[in-house]
């Protein structure tokens, strides 16, 4: 597709389960993001992708986060040992290389439930 | 270092009446500046950007917003509120140079009372 793909949508996982979210940017796009945002709150950054590199990981909350990306492309946010207070939903966005415009391309998100 | 402050995390206006929401940037170099919604249990869409021609921008919806240099503002406007016009709505800045990345603001609910 043209737009940025997330997956999956929609996640209930168990309490100290690892889970996966994927993210597929435009093709293209150099730059990749991640956010968190929770139930009426705003986007809370998480981490920044240019290429394969992540020059800012500085909203990561703990360990227990970490994510990658490969090729330029896919990239995967992984929370290991959840929490009850990582439930919220999880987007992504691309956009080309700084300087080239900055607009950010937003996937639909992943919602994840930690019971 | 770039940061960006919207004033106001909730406004609420009557159907018809002006619609203003507060942005203000912080930045060595004058950055790309955008404005994006985000309707209720949706992702977040583009409303309008300046890059660098006219200092006035229309975006979508009857949106628009002035970028004014001396007063670090981008602020968002809209004569007349509709009652489709309630969401969430974030500033946002966008480095020109090669190296950085994008700053969001907190966010500013918008209420339309009818």
């Known amino acids: 597709g043209a737009g940025v793909s997330q997956s999956p949508s929609n996640k209930v996982t168990e309490k100290g389960k690892d889970v996966e979210l994927r993210c597929d940017p435009i093709?293209?796009?150099?730059?990749l993001y991640w956010y968190r945002q929770r139930l009426g709150q705003g986007l809370e950054f998480l981490i920044y992708?240019?290429?394969?590199?992540?020059?800012?990981k500085s909203g990561l909350p703990s360990d227990r986060f970490s994510a990658e990306r490969t090729g330029e492309s896919v990239s995967t946010l992984t929370i290991q040992r959840t929490q009850q207070e990582d439930s919220a939903v999880y987007l992504c966005?691309?956009?080309?290389?700084?300087?080239?415009?900055?607009?950010?391309?937003f996937g639909e998100g992943s919602r994840l439930t930690v019971l | 270092a770039q940061s960006v402050t919207q004033l106001g995390s909730h406004v609420s206006v009557s159907e018809g009446a002006l619609v203003l929401l507060r942005c203000n940037y912080s930045s060595s170099v004058p950055p790309y500046l955008f404005w994006y919604v985000q309707y209720p249990n949706q992702g977040l869409q583009l409303l309008l950007k300046y890059t660098s021609a006219a200092t006035l921008v229309k975006g979508i919806n009857g949106f628009e917003a002035e970028f004014k240099k001396s007063e670090t503002s981008f602020h968002l406007t809209k004569p007349s509120a509709h009652m489709s016009d309630a969401a969430e709505y974030f500033c946002a800045v966008s480095p020109r140079t090669n190296a950085g990345k994008s700053t969001f603001g907190d966010g500013t609910t918008l209420t339309v009372k009818p």
């Open positions: 992708f240019q290429g394969n590199s992540a020059p800012d």
């Open positions: 093709s293209g796009h150099t730059a």
């Open positions: 966005a691309s956009s080309l290389a700084p300087g080239q415009g900055g607009e950010l391309f």
